[in-house]
RNA sequence: GCGGGCGUAGCUCAGCUGGUUAGAGCGCCGCCCUGUCACGGCGGAGGUCGCGAGUUCGAGUCUCGUCGCUCGCGCCA
């Protein structure tokens, strides 16, 4: 008989009534009564209820053993008597009965419990990760990963991407996020960095021919995090060749689609998974707020600045902001103007807490406007704005004016706000059990900021729509790129772009944003010459791992979604990361710390 | 860097307008219990109320500061 076990503690059932097994697994739960005693012992497969009965001499110790030891038991194999069998349990016919018991690993009293969720906080969770882990959900939500990544190995290579890896130690670089730096001890005074993402890895296997690129890459970014958003992350990465945007969407959107579909049921309630027709940008700028917006939302919003500027209206509130350049956009919502006033109070002061003077509203109720601000904006202009939104009497319409920006993007808040404020079952609240796709396109090359200066406005290496023509003949905020984001419920899952492999043209779009050629040499020379020597068109994107799984697990944040995690000041306190180092090692590395003065003092404190 | 929330037993939390010995459930320890499966019963241990000042006759409770966790803003493809 094997050392350890001979079947796994979910296999038994009353085919093996009479064999003598052995299991092994930790005590998942005890139940003493004194004569008789069970163990439900549990594996990652499950769980098997073994029993000591009276009179055995091993009584005395198993009932010593705390939950959560590994234990090795050796027994017959008895079918429960009757009434006693647990249809709840896949091995509920059957039990152990326990004639020789080895204490593999004592556990000793353990934080917080692993056979129940008693809503241990996460700091403590992640401090004992490994018992953290061995509970149900995360052993789940681990398994969910595992079988996820797995799924897209497989269907990548089934389209024929081949799999890479790339350098974790690389150059910093000058774009984006800030790099995590590794000081280099054979070079001093020089760093490498952490790859944010393996950008111009990827493109560079396009130049070498490799055609179709894929990895299930690690990246990292040192900035701070959020509940979607951590220092160190996966990203299914792509890069194929001689493709357009629409290749791109072609190919990868049958594998994102595949595989919600595959587990779109993870948390025992169904969803559908749909793909809304493409936004561009500035739509969904304009009509949701955001350029990740949740679609389950049925909301829109219109821009209704003509209506404010009328002369018969004296909202002077508005009037302001218009006369300065602002913007008025409004939120249709339908049928609320029978909800209490609260409704309306609650979501005035929402917009208050984020910071905007309040969020004006009209209902329209018995073929008139009603609310505070309606008096200032007369009858032929309220049917002005029941026109543009499609108001109908006993729908509500609130108001965000601004400056363009940021009215944008609190209407979008708003929008959301909104939504998530009516009742349940209501004909606009937020769809459920669905997964609604989009892919973002044409988002703007260049933006300009307050003070006129152009700079990009996302991926500077995407490839401007019209190229050089556009480049040399266009204001730069009117040039598009062939840059895209695919987006869920909220979530950006992806970006990408069918990218600029033009140097020349490379060396115009950065100009544009005020960088010297030079610059652009010392920077991206090695990506730029290979540009040189004959590189094919090519795009991809990068969608992440992370926020699929989450979505999938409907879990609030990564944190469920990873084995081993950092918290939210990407400490991991497990591991002790990150921590002082001896004077040693700073002395290979030619480095001297000077740290702020603060600091130092809490740590003296310490 | 900024703002909101939280911080009381190993874990999760209650603790009112400030008032005498700070509680509950789970866990832990001891005793009892032959069929449970969240077993049950009896008893017990366990607290720097995050930390430091202040107000007060008196602070878990009020004020200020500080630290930690968390959510968000900034930042971030």
Not at 531 to 539: E, K, V
């Amino acid at each position: 008989m094997h050392q350890y076990r001979t079947h796994s503690c979910a296999e038994l059932r009353k085919d093996h009534v009479g064999e003598t097994v052995k299991l092994s697994g930790w005590i998942h739960r005890k139940r003493d009564h004194g004569g008789v005693l069970f163990i439900d012992l549990r594996d990652t497969h499950g769980l098997t209820q073994c029993v000591v009965d009276e009179g055995s001499p091993l009584l005395a110790e198993m009932e010593k053993v705390r939950a959560e030891s590994v234990i090795t038991v050796t027994g017959a194999v008895r079918e429960r008597p009757g009434e006693t069998q647990n249809s709840n349990m896949p091995t509920g016919e059957i039990e152990l009965y326990i004639e020789a018991m080895e204490v593999q690993g004592a556990a000793d009293v353990i934080p917080f419990q692993v056979a129940e969720d008693d809503g241990a906080g996460e700091e403590i969770r992640l401090k004992y990760r490994y018992l953290d882990l061995r509970r149900e959900k995360m052993q789940k939500n681990i398994r969910l990963r595992n079988d996820v990544i797995f799924e897209f190995r497989k269907r990548m290579r089934e389209k024929e991407f081949q799999e890479f890896q790339t350098p974790i130690l690389t150059a910093s670089s000058p774009e984006g996020a800030r790099d995590y730096l590794v000081p280099s001890r054979l070079h001093a005074g020089k760093f490498y960095a952490l790859p944010q993402a393996p950008q111009q890895f990827k493109q560079m296997l396009m130049v070498s021919g490799f055609d179709k690129y894929f990895q299930i890459a690690p990246c990292f970014r040192d900035e701070d995090g959020r509940a979607d958003r951590l220092a160190e992350f996966y990203q299914l990465d792509l890069e194929m060749s001689f493709v357009t945007q629409e290749d791109v969407f072609n190919t990868i959107q049958p594998v994102i689609e595949g595989v919600f579909e595959q587990f779109n049921d993870f948390t025992g309630t169904a969803h559908k998974v749909e793909w809304h027709d493409h936004i561009r940008y500035e739509d969904a700028m304009m009509k949701y707020g955001s350029d990740k917006p949740d679609l389950r939302n049925p909301l829109e919003i219109v821009d209704v600045t003509d209506v404010f500027a009328r002369d018969d209206v004296e909202f002077k509130a508005f009037k302001g902001v218009i006369e300065k350049g602002g913007v008025v956009r409004m939120i249709r919502a339908p049928q609320v103007a029978d909800q209490p006033r609260s409704f309306f109070d609650k979501l005035n002061s929402w917009a208050q807490g984020e910071g905007a003077p309040g969020l004006g509203y009209v209902k329209f109720e018995n073929g008139e406007g009603a609310g505070p601000i309606a008096k200032f904006i007369p009858t032929a202009a309220q049917e002005e704005l029941k026109k543009i939104s499609g108001a109908t009497d006993g729908d509500a319409v609130f108001f965000i004016c601004n400056k363009e920006k940021p009215a944008a993007k609190f209407a979008g808040l708003a929008r959301d706000a909104i939504c998530n404020a009516l009742p349940e079952g209501h004909e606009a609240a937020r769809e459920q059990g669905v997964y609604k796709f989009a892919w973002i396109i044409d988002f703007p090359m260049y933006e300009r900021d307050e003070a006129g200066v152009v700079d990009f406005s996302h991926n500077p290496f995407s490839m401007p729509q019209g190229g050089m023509d556009d480049l040399e003949n266009k204001d730069p905020e009117k040039v598009y790129a062939y840059q895209y984001d695919a987006i869920c419920n909220g979530f950006e899952l992806c970006s990408g772009a069918i990218r600029n492999h033009k140097a020349e043209i490379m060396e115009k779009a950065f100009g544009i944003a005020g960088y010297d050629k030079s610059v652009l040499e010392a920077k991206f020379g090695g990506m730029l010459n290979a540009f040189r020597f004959g590189a094919p068109p090519h795009g991809g994107c990068a969608f992440g791992i992370d926020r699929i799984i989450m979505l999938l697990a409907d879990e609030p944040n990564l944190r469920e979604v990873y084995a081993f995690v950092m918290n939210g000041q990407y400490e991991d306190q497990m591991m002790s990361a990150p921590s002082d180092i001896t004077l040693e090692q700073l002395k290979d590395l030619h480095i001297k710390l000077d740290l702020p003065k603060a600091k130092v003092k809490a740590e003296k404190a310490a």
